[in-house]
């Protein structure tokens, strides 16, 4: 069996609905936001940042036409070039130019934090580096950036000459085992020392003019950096910022409010309005029942009935009789006042309807019209699915107004095995009670007991009544699914307990709400204080 799938769509219409509701709240975290922001900036020290500029070159000049061959560093990339700006080698060096005699790590670790550098520009035979500095003071920011660069300059350089350096102190060890050994063949009184001292010294004289080209070599040796343009005298104030801080403090404010705004209407599955209701179960909203509170919910409840009578008889055009089934998916949720307001609201407009209470688990329907238990003409719910024979059965007849009568099929007690009782007998009792136009069962709810999955099949279509203040969105979701698999015709949904009124409540003021006597007419019962008694064939009041 393949599983339900909700698809989650999203109108132009409800996303202005929900930057519309939470703009005020947006608006005044951004506010305070801004303001905080703009304040602790005002309060913060001032930072500036200078700038030097270093030439990368690829290659050197040529000397070769002076019979020179200068000593150059290997090219290496940009990146190593900014990674070494970063090293301690290069950062003490660069506190020792700005006057700091022996660096500690936490020196160095400061001034790391404190400078940066950045490929300025690129090109096929040199480069541009840049290397930036920031204190609180422009003198100081100056001098920072300028002792970095000349330090990554110097450490170029440096590169160039190493090699040089190692090769020069070989040579300075080399030359001097040779003058010792020089000096002790020398004090020898052998004959073939002297031939030996003769090739030493040669031997020695040749290493000491090597090492004067190293040197040479050295003096001549130059480094693929250079500065290019000092640090100016002025440099850039970056911070503080005030009205830029306030800006993005209050842009991420009003960000961050819908987020969560976002997060607590997705997380959060209750539903709080009729448009929630359609939207979450995509069925028709077939009428809004107002909360009660106000003398004008009076007329509205009214109005809301209305609007679910005319939708049930041109859903059920064709259909005789038309057997209405009113359910929910939790109990307390208003399903038998609905299907009281559907019931009177039929009967009223001329169709002899039958109100049976099929919610045999917790019934209410005859305590609403005053019907008394003991009146031995009474006979329940139970019974007609326990014995639907017509011998002995009658129904309570209601008296509305003095032109409108109501037929009831009540329930006193939580019957025994409610759902069997129903399988068994709700499709027998049917058939007694077809001279009927119009039946209305009041069901369990859906998702409580099997009750109303029982008797759904065998109705015209079902009305599924949702509470706006207290539903849970799974819950109503999952009762739907219940319903449409066991082939139930849903009609719509009925939302009940919503804030500000039915679809009537905006012609209120124009068409008589809230004024006295208007409003639903309290049911009466048709013989001085018990119902009258009739048998189950159809009646015409």
């Known amino acids: 069996m393949s599983q339900p799938s909700s698809d989650i769509s999203i109108s132009i219409h409800d996303l202005f609905r929900f930057v519309l509701g939470g703009l005020v709240l947006a608006a005044v975290l951004g506010l305070v936001a801004g303001a905080v922001a703009y304040t602790l900036g005002q309060r913060q020290d001032p930072v500036f940042r200078a700038e030097a500029t270093i030439l990368v070159a690829r290659t050197t000049g040529g000397f070769s036409q002076f019979g020179l061959s200068p000593v150059t560093a290997p090219p290496i990339d940009l990146s190593a070039y900014i990674a070494a700006a970063r090293s301690d080698r290069v950062l003490q060096d660069a506190l020792m130019r700005l006057g700091v005699e022996a660096p500690t790590d936490s020196d160095i670790r400061s001034l790391r934090g404190r400078t940066s550098s950045f490929v300025a520009g690129d090109g096929r035979d040199s480069s541009l580096l840049g290397v930036e500095a920031r204190a609180e003071t422009q003198d100081l920011a100056v001098l920072r950036a300028n002792a970095a660069a000349e330090a990554l300059v110097a450490w170029d350089q440096r590169r160039a000459t190493d090699s040089l350096t190692r090769v020069i102190t070989t040579l300075e060890q080399q030359i001097g085992a040779l003058g010792e050994q020089i000096r002790v063949l020398q004090s020898s009184t052998d004959g073939a020392a002297a031939t030996q001292v003769d090739g030493l010294i040669r031997l020695r004289a040749e290493q000491q003019q090597q090492m004067a080209y190293a040197r040479a070599l050295v003096a001549s040796a130059e480094g693929l950096l250079s500065v290019m343009q000092l640090a100016g005298t002025t440099p850039r104030q970056i911070a503080p910022r005030p009205f830029l801080n306030a800006v993005i403090a209050a ?14 209407s997705a997380l ?15 069925l028709t909203l077939l009428a809004e029942f107002p909360k009660k509170g106000r003398p004008q919910d009076d007329w509205r409840q009214t ?14 055009a064709d259909a005789h009789p038309k057997i209405i089934l009113v359910t929910s998916a939790n109990e307390q949720e208003g399903k038998t006042t609905t299907a009281c307001h559907l019931a009177e609201g039929l009967a009223r407009n001329g169709y002899q309807t039958l109100l049976v209470d099929a919610d045999m688990r917790s019934p209410s329907i005859a305590e609403r019209y005053g019907i008394d238990e003991q009146d031995e003409r009474v006979t329940t719910t139970a019974d007609w699915m326990i014995d639907t024979s017509s011998r002995g059965r009658s129904v309570m007849r209601i008296t509305l107004d003095t032109t409108a009568e109501l037929f009831v099929v009540p329930q006193f007690w939580t019957a025994t095995d409610p759902s069997g009782a129903i399988v068994r007998g709700f499709p027998r009792a049917l058939a007694q009670w077809d001279g009927y136009d119009v039946i209305v069962v009041d069901s369990a709810p859906v998702l409580a007991v099997a009750d109303a999955l029982a008797i759904a099949p065998y109705c015209t279509g079902t009305v599924l009544v949702v509470d706006a203040q207290r539903t849970d969105r799974r819950k109503l979701t999952a009762a739907k699914a219940l319903l449409e698999r066991v082939d139930a015709t849903i009609f719509g949904v009925v939302a009940n307990r919503v804030r500000g009124g039915s679809q009537g409540a905006a012609y209120g003021s124009e068409y008589g709400a809230g004024k006295k006597g208007v409003g639903p007419t309290k049911a009466k019962r048709s013989a001085g204080s018990a119902p009258r008694a009739i048998g189950p064939e159809r009646q015409r009041g």
């Open 251 to 264: 842009f991420l404010a009003v960000v961050g409010t819908y987020v969560l705004l976002l997060l607590r």
């Open 268 to 282: 959060n599955t209750r539903l709080r309005s009729a448009e929630d209701i359609a939207s979450a179960t995509g």
């Open 303 to 316: 109005e809301a009935a209305n609007y679910l009578r005319t939708n049930i008889l041109f859903a059920t």
